[in-house]
């Protein structure tokens, strides 16, 4: 019978997949790099797999190591968050839960709903982005999130809330700026400063591609490592546009940009999302007054 997996010897592992160096990644955990070893060795043991391959020069991940180490992170961060739960418990509290949002979106009425619900429960707010959206929900660090489709949906439960429009942000000089609404095709010689996976209709219009107008490929700049912020930045000088749902554009205003509705592309689902695995009955209650808050014809309180 396979052991269980011992959460100490995965953050050992999980240090060294990091340094791909023993002595380093002994000197973070503070341990003896004999000692390091010793319990890496055990846990191939207990697995059943060589997770390292070792020279005099490097360190290296086998397959397997590579597969503990996508999955490993999120396992023990989701440890953390029910030692954290249970801690908050024992200290006399009802306990925590924390709801995932990103910009644009406000869950005051849900947030509310669920404090009048459950007395003495610590409800907290975490901002994502669209690079953690997914993310924290995996690792343990939200409950439930309020996310933007398209996501990764490996291991997660999402139930769809409402959809909005996407509009495209430009320059307050740019030769589109004051038209409520364009065509994806009038923004074919634009320069996108977001991954094009995020616009697939710009993305895949053919007729930004050797167009017999004399229109050129599309282009685009992948910057994942900037924020909202930093883009509009970029948009307000001139140098490409963005393509946000409605509520993001609305919480970034600024007097420098504008933002048109792009009529022709279809619009931004918002779904809220939990682990899959999930048997609590506080995300069981929250998806139920979030599906009310969000049934048309429900007024919202903010």
Not at 3 to 18: C, G, H, N, S
Not at 102 to 110: I, K, N
Not at 184 to 208: C, F, K, T, Y
Not at 225 to 242: Q, S
């Amino acid at each position: 019978m396979p052991a269980d997996l011992d959460l100490r010897k995965l953050r050992y592992f999980l240090a060294v997949a990091e340094h791909r160096h023993f002595g380093r990644a002994a000197a973070q955990l503070r341990i003896a790099q004999p000692v390091l070893s010793r319990q890496i060795r055990a846990l191939e043991r207990e697995l059943g797999a060589a997770l390292l391959v070792r020279d005099r020069r490097r360190t290296a991940l086998t397959p397997a190591g590579e597969q503990l180490r996508e999955e490993a992170g999120p396992l023990l961060a989701r440890a953390s968050a029910v030692q954290r739960r249970v801690a908050a418990t024992a200290r006399g509290g009802a306990g925590t839960f924390t709801v995932g949002f990103m910009p644009g979106l406000t869950v005051t009425a849900e947030v509310r709903a669920l404090r009048e619900a459950n007395p003495g429960l610590d409800v907290e707010v975490v901002r994502t982005s669209w690079d953690t959206q997914a993310e924290v929900i995996r690792d343990g660090r939200v409950d439930v999130g309020y996310v933007r489709l398209p996501i990764d949906e490996r291991d997660l439960a999402l139930e769809p809330l409402f959809e909005e429009a996407r509009v495209v942000v430009v320059a307050a000089d740019h030769p589109l700026a004051g038209r409520p609404r364009v065509s994806i095709e009038e923004l074919g010689d634009e320069h996108l400063l977001q991954n094009p996976a995020a616009v697939p209709e710009w993305r895949d219009d053919p007729r930004g591609r050797d167009d017999p107008r004399g229109r050129g490929a599309r282009r685009a700049t992948e910057v994942p490592a900037l924020t909202v912020e930093e883009k509009l930045e970029y948009v307000a000088v001139g140098r490409g546009i963005i393509v946000l749902p409605l509520s993001t554009a609305l919480f970034y205003s600024r007097p420098d940009v504008t933002h048109s509705v792009v009529h022709d592309i279809g619009p931004n689902r918002v779904c809220l999302a939990w682990a899959a695995d999930s048997r609590s009955r506080l995300v069981r209650q929250f998806l139920t007054i979030a599906l009310e808050t969000h049934r048309p014809g429900t007024p919202r309180q903010r």
